[in-house]
């Protein structure tokens, strides 16, 4: 995932643009080069076709460059990061701080491209790098700092309501909830789990609904009390989840908090009783059941609720 700065300030989170998406984008861009390409030459050749070879060759050179350089970096700088083949498959290319492209970067981008993409030699060498890249970079992005995002997602239907809030037994548990080591993967098939709940039989339901418990239970801690059905728990882990996400972008935006007041000084103390004043008042009786402020009680004993143990194993 990408944090993307739209222009409104707001954060979002946009896969990766795939390896095929990037590739058929790419064959996209190729083809209306190559005809300009075409057209040019032919404009050329019969417009200056009086002229001295060398002229139309030079001519000719420059269109090229023109156009292999110049149309993908016309594009992704007028567009904030499209060209014709990505506006067609639904990426576009962003800084590595998720800004919007710079000029500066698609020209090189553009550059490196030129015989990255453009020369049998060296262009297994950038499919090579766009593969075992994590975020899809070619060389070209590795030099300009830049990679391309999925900007058309799918639409992801809300959770039904049934699921869209902790269960209330579960709410005080949930509050002690450690949700970052959640993998996108996990709660995205537990989620869809849930929206397609209705939809399943009775056995699928209990099988899958097992298997993603198990799967969220690994990587989420604590655990829930026992006997909380497996339903209930990718509800209550998937809110919990979604509310620190919102509350994490929301303090994006905002900045970090303002430092509280200093602290008001303290009232002198008052001055000791005299001796003309009388003794001073006797504490209040307490009686054998009361403490006092640093008494903390009696221990537990070891087989009182207080220390028994609370695991829970979704089930299996």
Known sequence: MADVITGEAVALELPVANFPSRIAALLIDMAVQVVLLLIVAIVLTTTFGQFNGDYIAAALVTANIMVLVGYPTAFETLSRGKTLGKMALGIRVIGDDGS??????????????????????????GLIASIISVR???VGDM???????????PVRHALPPLFAAVPAPLAGWAQTLQVSSL??????????????????????RDSLGAQLANAVAAQVSPPPPAGTPPTAYLAAVLDVRRERDQARLAARQTGPAAPAPPASPMPPAPPPPTAASGPAPAAADSGPGDTGPGDTGPAPAAGSPELAPRGFAPPA
Do not use: C, H
């Not at 030099?143 to 997602?153: K, N, W």
């Not at 996108?184 to 939809?199: M, V």
């Open 183 to 204: 993998s996108d993967q996990t709660a995205e098939a537990a989620g869809s789990y849930l929206r397609r709940f209705a939809e399943l039989s009775a056995q699928a």
């Open 136 to 138: 899809g970079k070619r």
């Open 143 to 153: 030099f300009a700092g830049t990679y391309v995002i999925q900007e058309r997602v």
């Open 100 to 125: 919007p492209v710079r000029f500066r970067q698609a020209l090189v981008r553009a550059l490196v491209g030129v015989f990255e993409i453009w020369t049998i030699v060296l262009a297994p060498v």
